[in-house]
């Protein structure tokens, strides 16, 4: 069963960064956070609540999908978010303006987008268990039951 | 600069409304953070000037790890104190370090004076100047929220800003970062004042790849943070933060209270980290680039109108050991949300919390022994009563009485305008004391520690580890700390990480990024960092053996039973032998 990212936690977060940093390290090969498909935001100062923008993983039709001109996002197994193909990613950004909430970076060096590829390298240097993987079964609980998503 | 073999300084003169970047292949050799901060404040550092004349230097730098290893997330700053008129030197936690990075620069130096007030906004290579008319006079969080407003990049940004403090040359201004860090001690806030510098505003987007490096780097990366999160390395920061150093000290007759009369308070466990734990805390926040999150939040509940109403004036106050010390019981204030309240009120006026307490202190026995008069300062000051004090705070940071303008320059000055000056517990030209009355280790650490910080030395922790030591291995122990302390806060390692970062680890971390230092190497780098801070302090014509240390600290028995002021002498002695050895 395909997981997606959720963040159920978030209340618990200190904002460290780890999981951005986990995300450009481990995904996107970069020191800099800029380069991560979660960023942690606050929301009104640190006096504030800490959020995580993250790929929400849309059920079909999943807009990103639908916007893609070639096939280098495809709707993934289990009918939630999507896989990306980099090799067939001609770069024009149609992903990104797509997004419904405004998650899909830019990585206007190498002309791609970045975006969650669902492995899980957050949540595993979150030192506060703010963020969650849970299959696709799950998430739709989840959504029953608390009437939100993640 | 992580791969590269220069440190980036960033140049602007705010006389001129001039910048310059400069790739310095030399500084390398003093690695970053407190080393370049050091070497570059050596350069520009103007010795015969005053310390508000616009051609003083002030320096930020970090270093070639910063915020890429956990908890490495300190920016160090340098300039001449005003607070003591000689080497000043503070470090900050928060965002700024990595907004530093990712705009380009590894260090920052500063002179010259706006014409009229301004902030510095730095946005990768983007350099500005802008109108902080508007600005001059809001508070510390007043400041910050209407920069995040006009400078909006949330979670990516730094701002770093002073208060009204800082605008009248308090000589103990901070610069608040981020809210809840700050560069606390020694006046930096009164050195942006006198530049007519409100804030600097960062934001840095640059990328920088991983490349070759990437599978030893994440290896070394993912080790660290196991050891960090996973070990006791660092428990007491992830629970009860550093207040949970209340309770012991107090115990062992080593937490300074009502001025240093006494080094035990009776109301110390309300004022606990464990008390304000649980029924205060709020949340817990961490700097950019350190899972530990040991920056503790309280909910201050301040009810207004009547009684039956339930209204609160609610608001959140960072707090940390040496504030509860500073305001709590160095000043006999034993509740909770009083103390909460005074952490507040130094906070917005952007005055460092330790030399505001100790200089209150200080002034309730004053006004006690009948030296310095309630009228004038509008407010009699008794030890407990902390709504007299925050309207003394109030005075301070407004500057407009002439007594609290004498206040405003620290005990030390003070009582040597008033009368005093052996109840007026600063060390090493008028810093004043942090929270612990622990032995010699401490009060000569503190006295010869090249900024006069518990953090130059650690000599409380030397006091309380060892109680057997000579004079000479004291002395040995408080200079080979520091020296080591040098290395480390070149490299920006947030000192409650020092069990973390070890020798090896601190290799091991400096290979994977394509920096091989040897540990010779690394000796050499403190010894030479410690070098130049006793060149730059003789320059400015310090002399810690013609300084008087106040008789107070001699009076009241520290843990290790009263200290005789004889052997404090012997020791100045013995490092003024060990200092002229090292041929500084």
């Known amino acids: ?150 | 600069m992580l791969g590269k073999d220069y440190v980036r300084v960033l140049y602007v003169n705010l006389t001129t409304r001039r910048v310059d970047v400069q790739q310095r292949r030399d500084l390398t050799a003093y690695m970053g953070g407190a080393g370049v901060a050091v070497k570059l404040l050596a350069e520009t550092i103007q010795p015969e000037l005053d310390v508000f004349d616009p051609a003083q230097p002030m320096i930020i730098a970090i270093g070639p790890l910063s915020t890429i290893f956990p908890v490495i997330t300190k920016a160090v700053a340098t300039f001449r104190s005003p607070l003591t008129g000689e080497f000043g030197e503070s470090h900050a936690g928060g965002r700024i370090a990595y907004a530093l990075s990712h705009a380009g620069y590894d260090a920052l130096v500063v002179t010259g004076r706006a014409e009229n007030p301004i902030y510095l906004r730095i946005h990768d290579n983007r350099i500005e100047f802008q109108d902080a008319g508007v600005l001059w006079g809001t508070d510390t969080l007043e400041a910050g929220r209407i920069l995040r407003s006009l400078n909006p990049a949330p979670g990516h940004r730094s701002i770093i800003r002073i208060g009204p403090a800082g605008e009248k040359l308090v000589r103990y201004a901070n610069v608040n970062v981020e809210t809840f860090r700050h560069f606390g001690r020694l006046g930096l806030g009164a050195v942006f004042g006198a530049k007519n510098l409100k804030a600097i505003v960062t934001i840095g987007t640059h990328h920088f790849p991983l490349g070759e490096l990437a599978k030893e780097y994440r290896k070394v990366y993912a080790e660290v943070y196991h050891k960090v999160t996973q070990t006791d390395a660092m428990g007491k920061y992830h629970e009860l933060g550093t207040p949970m150093n209340v309770m012991p000290l107090n115990e062992l007759g080593a937490l300074p209270t009502r001025n240093l009369q006494a080094a035990r308070f009776e109301a110390a466990e309300a004022i606990s980290g464990e008390a304000l734990a649980e029924d205060n805390l709020m949340f817990t926040r961490a700097c950019a680039g350190c899972p530990i999150g040991c920056i503790h939040v309280a909910l201050l509940r301040q009810p207004f109108g009547e009684p039956e109403w339930y209204h609160f004036d609610s608001s959140l106050v960072p707090y940390d050991h040496e504030l509860i010390y500073a305001l709590g019981s160095m000043l006999g204030v034993g509740r909770r949300e009083e103390l909460l309240m005074l952490i507040e009120e130094a906070d917005l006026a952007g005055m460092d919390a330790i030399s505001t307490g100790v200089t209150l202190a200080w002034a309730t026995e004053a006004m006690t022994r009948g030296l310095i008069s309630d009228e004038e300062l509008g407010v009699e000051l008794c030890f407990g009563d902390a709504h007299a004090y925050r309207h003394a705070i109030r005075a301070i940071g407004r500057g407009e009485i002439e007594l609290a303008r004498w206040l405003g320059r620290g005990s030390l000055y003070a009582a040597q305008r008033y009368g005093g000056e052996d109840f007026a517990v600063a060390l090493g030209g008028g810093q004043g004391m942090a929270g612990y009355h622990t032995g010699y280790a401490n009060v000569v650490g503190h006295h010869i520690g090249a900024r006069h910080s518990h953090l130059c030395n650690a000599g409380y922790a030397i006091d309380q580890r060892h109680d057997d030591l000579t004079d000479e291995e004291t002395i040995d122990k408080l200079i080979a700390e520091e020296q080591e302390r040098c290395t480390l806060t070149s490299l920006c390692i947030c000192l409650f990480a020092r069990r973390v970062y070890d020798r090896e680890t601190v290799k091991a971390c400096l290979a994977s990024v394509g920096m091989p230092w040897s540990d010779e190497q690394l000796d050499e780098l403190g010894r030479k960092i410690y070098a130049l801070k006793l060149q730059i302090k003789g320059r400015l014509g310090y002399d810690p053996t013609t300084v008087r240390i106040p008789q107070r600290f001699f009076e009241t028995p520290s843990m290790r039973g009263p200290l005789s002021p004889k052997r404090v002498g012997r020791m100045l002695t013995i490092y003024r032998e060990r200092v002229a050895a090292l041929n500084v």
């Open chain 1, 1 to 150: 069963m395909p997981t997606v990212l959720t963040d159920p936690g978030m209340g618990r977060c200190i904002g460290c960064y780890s999981c951005m940093q986990a995300c450009a390290r481990m995904v996107y090969n970069d020191f800099s956070p800029h380069k991560s498909a979660i960023q942690i935001r606050t929301v009104g100062g640190m006096n504030g609540r800490l959020v995580a923008n993250i790929c929400r993983a849309c059920p079909e039709p999943v807009p990103c999908v639908q916007a893609c001109p070639t096939d280098a996002l495809v709707t993934r197994d289990g009918g939630r978010g999507m896989r990306f193909y980099k090799n067939k990613c001609i770069g024009c950004g149609l992903c990104v303006k797509a997004c419904p909430v405004h998650v899909i970076g830019w990585d206007g060096e190498a002309e791609r987008p970045i975006l969650c590829v669902f492995c899980g390298q957050c949540v595993k240097f979150c030192p506060h268990d703010c963020l969650e993987m849970v299959d696709v079964k799950g998430l739709s609980q989840r959504f029953d039951e608390h009437g939100h998503v993640g």
